[in-house]
């Protein structure tokens, strides 16, 4: 089983939706992450927590929230989703300072605003 | 924001050619570098995390090399194999552990 899991895997949506991505982990690490992957791009940081009662905004965290309801679930939404939003959404997890902070990727989220 | 960039964009290798390719970040506040190795339809995966200034990291026929005073790291393939086909990306780390990505490089082997 993979220990780091995304829901859905794909989503198409319209236009004004609101969206859930989930993301679920059994490392048992205690920070987890949610990026957004555009080409030429790269990842880019939308919304990191370090542990359940810590949440921080990353690089473009506009027009998302996230929810961090255990340890090991971290919920990434778009209030009203738009057409930029379409885009590949990863979530990554690591334990503190442990090998320098080396993250771990779940299998990623196509998310298509229409 | 740091600004890590990654060259080239892309590239297409015969079986067996050797590689490589670079990521340039900011040399101030640096913690850690981090490599990538992302297949198609696959979660990224850890390849190598360097700290030292003249580090070199080898598995397999992958290696890299750090360069913290110019801020700058390369990432060879020796003898490129058609399973190498993947994109590398490249993350600087200043601290917190928030890493910071580059766009990758995009590399093709052809058989």
């Known amino acids: ?114 | 924001i740091l600004n890590v960039e990654q060259s080239p964009q892309s590239l297409h290798v015969q079986e067996g050619d050797s590689t490589n390719f670079t990521c340039s970040f900011p040399s101030s506040n640096f913690y850690a570098l981090h490599w990538y190795r992302w297949e198609t339809a696959k979660s990224p995966e850890a390849l190598f995390v360097m700290t030292l200034n003249g580090d070199e990291k080898k598995k397999g026929r992958i290696s890299a090399t750090l360069n913290t005073k110019e801020g700058y790291s390369y990432l060879y393939i020796k003898g490129s194999q058609p399973e190498d086909s993947a994109t590398y990306l490249c993350a600087s780390q200043s601290n917190g552990n928030k890493l910071v990505f580059g766009a990758g490089t995009i590399l093709r082997v052809k058989s």
């Open chain 1, 1 to 114: 089983d993979a220990d780091v899991t995304q829901t859905p895997r794909n989503r198409i949506t319209k236009t004004g939706k609101r969206i859930m991505l989930e993301c679920s982990q059994t490392k048992g690490h205690d920070r987890m992450y949610w990026y957004r992957q555009d080409p030429g791009l790269g990842l880019r940081l939308i919304y990191y927590s370090f542990d359940v009662k810590d949440i921080n905004k990353g690089e473009i965290s506009d027009g998302y929230s996230v929810s961090r309801q255990a340890q090991a679930k971290f919920s990434l939404s778009l209030e009203s989703a738009i057409p930029n939003q379409t885009a590949l959404y990863f979530c990554a997890t690591s334990q503190g300072d442990r090998d320098h902070g080396e993250q771990f990727f779940g299998p990623g989220t196509r998310l298509t605003v229409l």
